[in-house]
């Protein structure tokens, strides 16, 4: 009860949204988590604590049932954020109807932000722009650069996470 009056205290959470619910997950080293929404059975805010090794999240709009096909699943992702060890991340409203998700593998490349432009042909930055620009085209462009203290084209090693996700039941 600790944590969640201090989530309610710095106004994550207000009383009356105040979570019920903790939902623990250990991921191994290379587990992704497919794309998914938390869903109606939660109220629409949800913070989630990541322990153990960084990862990356992409965020994908949703689409209805008879929308599914090849274009929206090819539909390139909104965006995503770092996820260091220790983070907290809070999403709700549009974020929170957004499919989101951890691709699998050993290490993902942080992407480029929302406004960085690509690489010129020649710059001596053009490995790590490019390397960013592509993971921008798979994860979504980067929101939280400077809050994570990441850099575009960074490699993020993957190991053994745990995330910890609260959110408040709907209840009938």
């Keep these: 009860d600790t944590l969640i009056d201090r989530f309610v205290a710095q106004g994550l959470f207000d009383p009356a949204g105040r979570p019920d619910h903790c939902l623990l997950n250990e991921y191994a080293a290379d587990q992704g988590i ?14 989630t604590v990541s322990l153990g090794s960084p990862a990356l999240m992409s965020f994908r709009r949703a689409v209805a049932t008879d929308e599914i096909g090849p274009e929206t699943a090819a539909a390139a992702p909104v ?11 809070l999403f709700f409203g549009e974020a929170y109807r957004m499919l989101h998700a951890i691709h699998p593998g050993p290490s993902n490349k942080v992407p480029s ?8 042909p020649g710059d001596p930055s ?3 722009g490019a390397d960013a620009a592509a993971a ?3 994860y ?5 650069l400077e809050a994570a203290a990441a ?11 745990v995330s910890l996700t609260f959110r408040k039941e709907v209840l009938d």
């Design 151 to 161: 850099a575009p084209g960074e490699t993020i090693a993957r190991g053994p996470r």
């Design 136 to 138: 921008a085209a798979v």
């Design 79 to 89: 965006m995503s954020l770092v996820l260091r060890p220790r983070s907290l991340v």
């Design 113 to 120: 932000p929302f406004s960085e432009a690509p690489p010129a």
């Design 34 to 47: 497919l794309p998914h929404t938390d869903g109606p059975r939660f109220h629409p805010r949800v913070v």
């Design 140 to 144: 979504g462009p980067c929101a939280n």
């Design 126 to 128: 053009s490995t790590t």
